[in-house]
């Protein structure tokens, strides 16, 4: 089982986070770097590399990072393409982290905290509260610097950023706090998230209702797993709600198939070009854990309108920032030069048209050929990462901006 190209991903919203150094610079600093690295844990037997990537004839690595707030996140590097032989085996997948590899890139795929294999800290474990301390702030502040210094480290080399959903309102406030951006060659941004007021799935919209209000307290600080059976009694409460209409989500998103071919996945908007094949192994390990806080942050980001840190309350923000509002990601300090390429869909109902619009108005001063947008009128969220014609639609889009940059 398994789909490399869906590796990486995190919560509701698909979270997709590719590193990618560029071919001919790379290779010379880093050949001959083979084999685990050192106090791996992952077993190679089970990690990813095993079960989804070396299968298909690429080398692979099952790497850790360690972040300065303590969480241990699993990576796999996949260094180049394929050998020649294994041309001759079934072809890859339509999936990008291969694709990219045999452009010749040197890739790294991340899984952010809380995800199945990165469920290890070097204080917490899972079961304690402490460990879902966290939204997607600690993702900026923490998870991501900790991976570009990894790779920059290992490397040499800026990094290419690929990332989808929530892997691009991270980058997105990262770089507007000019973080990252010392390290990084450009980012491609695929059904790009900051602004979310527009977001139409109905799910999704009842749930950042509820998780602002009563619910969000009533849970606190603790782990949100949509696949157990804490939450998937939550999802029952939310999908008792008018027009959310979702009895055949909750037997989707807990792993069974429907009925009537609905599932979790085509309630995020008309996907145009999923196999079905492949939303039934996306929804075997999707959608994987993440912490209530986050849910949160997420939903306070649904209702506010404004991309901003996490909102504590008048009283704990005074605490915590200063003052009685959490500071906002100012996405207009996003540096103007950044080489940046953001593809969206006309269908996509979690990044909605209007909210992409709101987002490249905060960019109308970004350099001109610094900015490259595509928009596919007939992709929904999840086409961006499982579409059977991705890679004619968008990845070749995405090696052709990254192949220009120099
Ligand atoms: C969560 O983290 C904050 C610091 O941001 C700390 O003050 C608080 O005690 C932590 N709570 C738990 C339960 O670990
Ligand atoms: C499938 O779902 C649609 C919309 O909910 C409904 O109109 C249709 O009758 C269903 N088809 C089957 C075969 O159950
Ligand atoms: C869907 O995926 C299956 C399994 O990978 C494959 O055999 C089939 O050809 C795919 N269908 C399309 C339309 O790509
Ligand atoms: C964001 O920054 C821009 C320019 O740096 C400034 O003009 C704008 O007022 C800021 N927006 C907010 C909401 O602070």
């Known amino acids: 089982m398994g789909v490399p190209g869906l590796l990486g991903l995190a919560a509701w919203s698909f979270y997709v986070l590719v590193l990618a150094v560029q071919p001919h610079q790379a290779h010379s600093s880093i050949r001959g770097s083979f084999g685990l690295n050192k106090g791996a844990v992952a077993s190679p037997e089970n990690g990813i590399c095993a079960s989804s990537v070396t299968v298909h004839g690429y080398k692979c690595e099952e790497h850790e990072v360690t972040t300065k707030d303590g969480y241990i996140v699993s990576v796999q590097r996949i260094p180049e393409g394929r050998d020649g032989l294994t041309w001759l085996l079934n072809s890859p997948e339509q999936n990008l982290p291969l694709i990219l590899a045999d452009n010749g890139f040197d890739v790294w795929i991340s899984n952010t905290r ?15 509260l402490a460990f879902w301390n966290w939204s997607w702030d600690e993702l900026v502040s923490f998870e991501l610097p900790a991976l570009f210094d990894y790779v920059y480290g290992q490397t040499g080399q800026k990094i290419d950023y690929v990332g989808h959903s929530l892997g691009t309102l991270t980058a997105l406030a990262s770089f507007s706090e000019g973080k990252l951006v010392n390290q990084l060659k450009s980012a491609a941004l695929l059904s790009p998230v900051a602004y979310l007021s527009h977001m139409k799935t109905a799910l999704g919209v009842v749930a950042a209702k509820s998780f602002v209000g009563e619910i969000g307290r009533l849970l606190g600080l603790a782990e949100f797993n949509p696949k157990g059976e804490a939450g998937g009694d939550f999802l029952k409460i939310l999908c008792d709600n008018p027009g959310v209409g979702c009895s055949d989500l909750v037997t989707a998103i807990t792993g069974t198939n429907s009925c009537n071919g609905t599932k979790f996945v085509f309630n995020q908007g008309k996907n145009c070009c999923l196999n079905s094949s492949t939303v039934d192994l996306f929804l075997m390990t999707e959608p994987q854990p993440t912490s209530i806080m986050n849910m949160v942050h997420l939903s306070q980001t649904v209702r506010n309108g404004v991309v ?22 100012n996405l207009s300090n996003i540096p103007h030069d950044l080489p940046m390429f953001l593809s969206y869909g006309g269908q996509d109902a979690l990044s909605d048209v209007l909210d992409v619009k709101h987002l490249l108005d905060d960019l109308k001063s970004h350099d001109v050929d610094k900015l490259s947008v595509q928009f596919i009128k007939d992709y929904a969220h999840a086409d961006f990462i499982m579409g059977v014609n991705a890679k004619d639609v968008v990845y070749n889009q995405v090696i052709k901006f990254f192949k220009g940059q120099h």
């Open 114 to 128: 809380g995800t199945r294999l990165s469920r290890r800290h070097v204080s917490f474990v899972p079961s304690q």
């Open 308 to 329: 901003a840190k996490y909102n504590y309350g008048r009283l704990d923000n005074f605490m915590h920032y200063g003052e009685a509002m959490p500071p906002i990601y």
